[in-house]
């Protein structure tokens, strides 16, 4: 049975996609006003009311976060896309979570004895705290491509990627 038929893995995308899509809209929002901001000081100093202190390092500040977060969002929509894709393709496996450091995390897949060595790959600490919390619990696992490994817990309410440890 493919992962995607499971009604939790799609709320966990789901999550995920929502995320992504806030990181896009915030960025968009930045950059807007960004723009708003620039033309306002562009209007004032033509106007003879003189230049806003620090108003060019604030309009170079919010277009350059805009930008990070376009760039994160769409990067968010891209991931999960592929991911959904496939999920539709592919079943999860079990398996219980140790954690081996930081991000370093270990599968042992159930009815074997070969550890899988992955790397979170999310720099969040507070999405690393999330996984490091699962430490010992039963989690479902699929290798969405090459080296790159999607995982969820019970109750998790969001899919997590990982990629081989060691790996690029």
């Not at 769409?74 to 079990?94: C, E, N, Q, S």
């Not at 930081?102 to 690393?128: C, F, I, K, Y």
Request: proline share 5%.
């Amino acid at each position: 049975m493919p992962a995607l038929d499971d009604p939790q893995t799609r709320t966990a995308l789901d999550a995920v996609r929502a995320g992504a899509v806030r990181w896009l809209a915030g960025g968009v929002v930045a950059v807007v006003l960004a723009a708003l901001l620039g033309a306002a000081v562009v209007r004032m100093t033509e106007d003879g009311a003189g230049r806003p202190p620090f108003a060019g390092l604030l309009v170079v500040t919010l277009a350059a976060v805009g930008l990070v977060g376009v760039v994160t969002g769409l990067g968010g929509l891209v991931r999960v896309r592929r991911w959904t894709a496939a999920l539709g393709r592919i079943p999860w496996r079990g398996g219980v979570l140790r954690i081996a450091g930081p991000a370093l995390l270990q599968v042992e897949p159930l009815g074997s004895d070969e550890l899988l060595q992955l790397r979170l790959m999310s720099t969040a600490a507070w999405r690393a705290r999330a996984v490091q919390r699962l430490n010992g619990a039963g989690i479902r696992y699929a290798e969405v491509s090459p080296g790159e490994w999607v995982l969820t817990a019970d109750g998790a309410g969001t899919v997590y990627g990982a990629r081989v440890a060691g790996g690029r």
